[in-house]
């Protein structure tokens, strides 16, 4: 536990837990778009993309917060990491928002809807958990629970993979799923790194 | 050189040196994986979970130890980096045993003995430095030869890929090959993180 | 704005920025490998691998240097990660000219061409960018502009991946291009992330 000896500015946590409230919108939104018909997609994508930029500008407010403070709750490259890998999430989440209409396979196996749950849970405990920063408390809970929701998207990912190699599938429409169940996994990592540089923090902390 | 003021728990160090011993044990066990029938298949994939579950619970130990530990060796963050960089090896072994029973490639590349001897030399050599930690000597040559077996690896695994894409594979047989030989690749990749994590500790000693 | 104490050696500015200057003779190396007939391909890759070593040996000098002084110009492991990123951005160029040649496409699509446009600015601005390292002035112009060339490089490998998938592809075919334009990315991605290092310690020093 270190001695604090000048009053922190916590405006940046407030900034760090904005970031992640526009998680829960971008999974949302990722799992709006998966599930919609070619009709509505395009207009979920703009809504998408809205959503990714609400998400940079409070990224960038939080670096420009980062260099114009002179006392940081945290070591600053620690804050800077977080807010980078939670702008990460709403990158990936988009990245696989564009992939389903991108690569456009004919359908998607059952599996992408665990897949969306587990983002979509993601999102919740993170933003759940980013308000604990200002006491520190419940976070391992946090991260516990996030790592167990990882394995469950990983799981399913897996048994994707080996339906996609069973025989069952055209190696173009398997290119193209495996496209869209990799850009969701991804997701889903850069939701798992997020709470590896929280624990980080927290280490440094404790 | 810095300069010690406090007697350090060297204890760590000895966690570090225990995952290391694991990971000789898990790339002899993804050796036995990938060469084995798939009669026996099953039970060596059941013992790499195992190895797994084992090493992931020195890496935790290493954590709890650091959280707990008043001066550490090294830079507290420099010791969760490599913990976790060693971590990374073994569930980057335990993916490419997976990975083989997944995608069931026909019939695997010559290539793929190389990459298996290398990831078994890496896990050697890696095992045998880290207790050098004590005294931090001898570590050049460590990283120095994990970088001329990454080469090694390379090279066979781009043989293969222009084997790959040569006209002699179907697309499906080409993919299910490629996930074996990524994945291993992968592996190997880890092991070279794992020395410049080795390397940043050493350049702040130095 | 930290005070500063002692003098600071520069020297590893300077060799910052011969590294620099080396990736510009990379990128346009990777522009010549590229458009090249299959007969001069092979001097080229020569070339590159050349442009290669001598990029590394610059990258060894500085980490050498890094070593032995004493009062570096920003923190020891910003540099070192800068001098890792900057290595990284021509290993990534000549996996991308290698890529060409192992995987062999019949054709690559117009697309390519901006790529290597990208790439060959990305080199520039970061050549450029680096000696203002001495004054730390002018370098935000710098990494807002290689995000915009990033931007540019992202949405023309996104154009070429939906062609891809549109079905005027073999899947032999499709694997090919795939592999050279994820290659010319990964390199883009490089030179962002050698940005996002000289951010990193533009941060630390305002």
Chains 1, 2, 3 share one sequence.
Not at 37 to 57: N, Q, S, Y
Not at 140 to 167: C, P
Not at 183 to 191: N, R, Y
Request: proline share 3%.
């Amino acid at each position: 536990m270190r001695l604090r000896l000048t009053p922190r500015d916590t405006t940046i946590i407030d900034l760090l837990v904005q970031a992640g409230n526009a998680l829960v919108e971008g999974a949302d939104l990722l799992h709006a778009v998966m599930t919609a018909g070619d009709a509505d997609r395009a207009d979920l994508l703009v809504k998408m993309r809205d959503a990714e930029h609400a998400c940079d500008d409070i990224v960038h407010a939080t670096m420009r917060k980062l260099n114009s403070t002179f006392v940081t709750p945290f070591d600053r490259e620690d804050i800077y990491s977080l807010a980078s890998a939670l702008d990460d999430c709403m990158d990936n989440m988009e990245a696989a928002a564009d992939m389903v209409v991108l690569a456009n396979p004919a359908r998607l196996p059952d599996g992408v809807q665990t897949q969306l749950r587990v983002l979509q849970e993601q999102a919740k405990v993170t933003a759940e958990a980013l308000p604990r920063l200002h006491t520190m408390k419940g976070l391992e809970e946090y991260w516990v629970e996030i790592n167990r929701l990882e394995n469950d998207g990983d799981e399913v990912w897996r048994d994707m993979l080996a339906e996609l190699y069973s025989g069952a599938y055209e190696p173009l429409e398997l290119l193209k799923v495996r496209e869209v169940i990799d850009a969701l996994e991804d997701a889903a990592d850069a939701f798992e790194s997020v709470s590896h540089h929280v624990e980080t923090i927290a280490v440094k902390e404790s």
